[in-house]
């Protein structure tokens, strides 16, 4: 049952997506925040689909802890669901990803016009260099900057791999980094197209102020979202015990 039931969601999910994509292309001549509006939209249609053919619910909890403004969001990345889930909390998400997307036909004009940050994980020091500019100049307009540490899918329980870019923003930007904790990979896992019922629960955790020098920053960073992290997985593998076994 469950794998008919993540057929049908995954069948719904793309038909979705290219349905939107198509609706997006006139918002191109329009102002940036209509087509913020529409993205934003699109995603709650995602997690709406997922609730209803496979009950996958979702739990956001610590909103109030976002502070107002320009911040720099890191936050754990187990699935693609926070690719588009993290859209619907966040007033004017910027997200930091791999420059290759931008080329993809559709997905990557909506993506330049939104004005997301590429990062071309080939140029090396020149890379940081550019996203830094980029995120600089997206932070001064008030947006939240998120960034996957991490910087790929990690399955839950998996060995941390921290990059470097997200110490080296946090510097830059002098703003607040707000941490974020999550066990969506539990119930959307990478590389697989089942989906199985429970609540992804996602943590906003205590901001991190600006200031910190980078090796304290990062592994204050590090022990925040892996510590919640794990928290969130054993809630999860509880709410799995029994929908794995039908």
Same mark, same amino acid.
């Given at each position: 049952?469950?794998?008919?039931?993540?057929?049908?969601?995954?069948?719904?999910? &793309?038909?979705?997506?290219?349905?939107?994509?198509?609706?997006?292309?006139?918002?191109?001549?329009?102002?940036?925040r209509a087509l913020l509006r529409l993205v934003r939209?699109?995603?709650?249609?995602?997690?709406?689909?997922?609730?209803?053919?496979?009950?996958?619910?979702?739990?956001f909890r610590g909103l109030e802890k976002i502070p107002?403004?320009?911040?720099?969001?890191?936050?754990?990345?187990?699935?693609?669901?926070?690719?588009?889930?993290?859209?619907?909390?966040?007033?004017?998400?910027? &997200?930091?990803?791999?420059?290759?997307?931008?080329?993809?036909?559709?997905?990557?004009?909506?993506?330049?016009?939104?004005?997301?940050?590429?990062?071309?994980?080939?140029?090396?020091?020149?890379?940081?260099?550019?996203?830094?500019?980029?995120?600089?100049?997206?932070?001064?307009?008030?947006?939240?900057?998120?960034?996957?540490?991490?910087?790929?899918?990690?399955?839950?329980?998996?060995?941390?791999?921290?990059?470097?870019?997200?110490?080296?923003? &946090?510097?830059?930007?002098?703003?607040?980094?707000?941490?974020?904790?999550?066990?969506?990979?539990?119930?959307?896992?990478?590389?697989?197209?089942?989906? &199985?019922?429970?609540?992804?629960?996602?943590?906003?955790?205590?901001?991190?102020?600006?200031?910190?020098?980078?090796?304290?920053?990062?592994?204050?960073?590090?022990?925040?979202?892996?510590?919640?992290?794990?928290?969130?997985?054993?809630?999860?593998?509880?709410?799995?015990?029994?929908?794995?076994?039908?």
């Amino acid at each position: 049952m469950i794998a008919i039931r993540s057929l049908l969601f995954n069948l719904a999910f &793309y038909l979705v997506l290219l349905v939107y994509l198509i609706v997006a292309m006139p918002t191109l001549l329009l102002p940036r925040r209509a087509l913020l509006r529409l993205v934003r939209n699109w995603s709650q249609v995602n997690l709406g689909l997922l609730r209803l053919i496979c009950g996958v619910k979702a739990e956001f909890r610590g909103l109030e802890k976002i502070p107002s403004g320009a911040v720099l969001v890191a936050s754990k990345h187990q699935s693609l669901w926070e690719t588009f889930a993290l859209i619907t909390i966040f007033d004017d998400p910027a &997200y930091v990803l791999k420059r290759e997307l931008m080329w993809i036909p559709f997905f990557g004009w909506c993506a330049r016009k939104a004005e997301m940050i590429p990062v071309d994980r080939g140029a090396r020091s020149q890379a940081l260099t550019r996203m830094t500019e980029h995120a600089k100049v997206e932070a001064a307009r008030g947006r939240q900057i998120i960034i996957f540490p991490e910087g790929t899918r990690r399955a839950p329980g998996a060995e941390p791999k921290y990059k470097f870019g997200v110490a080296h923003l &946090y510097s830059e930007l002098g703003v607040p980094c707000v941490p974020v904790a999550l066990n969506s990979g539990l119930f959307w896992p990478r590389r697989s197209f089942m989906r &199985y019922p429970g609540i992804v629960r996602v943590e906003i955790l205590d901001p991190i102020a600006p200031g910190l020098d980078k090796p304290e920053f990062s592994a204050r960073l590090q022990d925040k979202i892996e510590a919640a992290t794990a928290r969130l997985v054993e809630e999860g593998r509880s709410d799995l015990a029994g929908p794995r076994s039908r």
